[in-house]
Nanobody, 116 residues
């Protein structure tokens, strides 16, 4: 099965921006979708964004208008551009990829901390 490594997290001031990367160990051309989730301590995992095989994107209400998901199949990488970050965006951000005939793949996550 494909393996995933997220990167790009860090400490950001409120109002700042970050780009997260989700790099897969193999081709993601056949994936039905790629998703980003986030999870903060003591809270449920929250769906953030999705991009489908045909390129259709969708977002959770809490990030709509601020985050953009994109994909580069040639690089086997999914991105999450995060803008106008708020303290409530602080969480571990996880990438999820659904490839036919494989278990749903998850990365270990990358930590985003928004604080002044």
């Amino acid at each position: 099965q494909v393996q995933i490594v997220e990167s790009g997290g860090g400490l950001v001031q409120p109002g700042g921006s970050l780009r997260l990367s989700c790099k897969a160990s193999g081709s993601i051309d056949s994936a039905y979708y790629e998703r980003w989730y986030r999870q903060a301590p003591g809270k449920q995992r929250e769906w953030v964004a999705q991009i489908t095989k045909d390129g259709t994107t969708s977002y959770g209400d809490s990030v709509k208008g601020r985050f953009i998901i994109s994909r580069n199949n040639a690089e086997n990488t999914v991105y999450l551009h995060m803008n106008n970050l708020r303290s409530e965006d602080t969480a571990n951000y996880l990438c999820n990829i659904n490839i036919p005939y494989q278990p749903t793949a998850w990365g270990q996550g990358t930590q985003v901390t928004v604080s002044s």
